[in-house]
Nanobody, 122 residues
Framework: QVQLVESGGGLVQAGGSLRLSCAASGRTFRRLAMGWFRQVPGKEREFVARIRGSTWSASTLYADSVKGRFTISRDDAKNTVYLQMNSLKPEDTAVYYC?????????????WGQGTQVTVSS
């Protein structure tokens, strides 16, 4: 079992920044692939970014819509993954979820957090 708790969401003006955090417990964190996803009401959940586990050299991948603006990182000593979001746009408004893949590759996700709301005003 893996428990995930997101934090750091809020209201920010366009062009501003936020940093989301996701604290994990229950498994060897460094082996987990961690992903960030987001969802707007009425739309499907979409991939934002992921960072692989240590076995996969912690490589990162980003959606085209956030590339160059968002950065995913992890602190294995704190069992936490972060999403630094810069140059935010109103279209980034969504509930952001973190997820964990116990296989470490980021191909599919087994556990999900409860989500944190990010609202970007124009």
């Amino acid at each position: 079992q893996v428990q995930l708790v997101e934090s750091g969401g809020g209201l920010v003006q366009a062009g501003g920044s936020l940093r989301l955090s996701c604290a994990a417990s229950g498994r060897t964190f460094r082996r987990l692939a961690m992903g960030w996803f987001r969802q707007v009401p009425g739309k499907e959940r979409e991939f934002v970014a992921r960072i692989r586990g240590s076995t996969w050299s912690a490589s990162t991948l980003y959606a085209d819509s956030v590339k160059g603006r968002f950065t995913i990182s992890r602190d294995d000593a704190k069992n936490t993954v972060y999403l630094q979001m810069n140059s935010l746009k109103p279209e980034d408004t969504a509930v952001y979820y973190c997820a964990a893949d116990v296989q470490g590759s980021g191909a599919s996700y087994d556990y999900w957090g409860q989500g944190t709301q990010v609202t970007v005003s124009s």
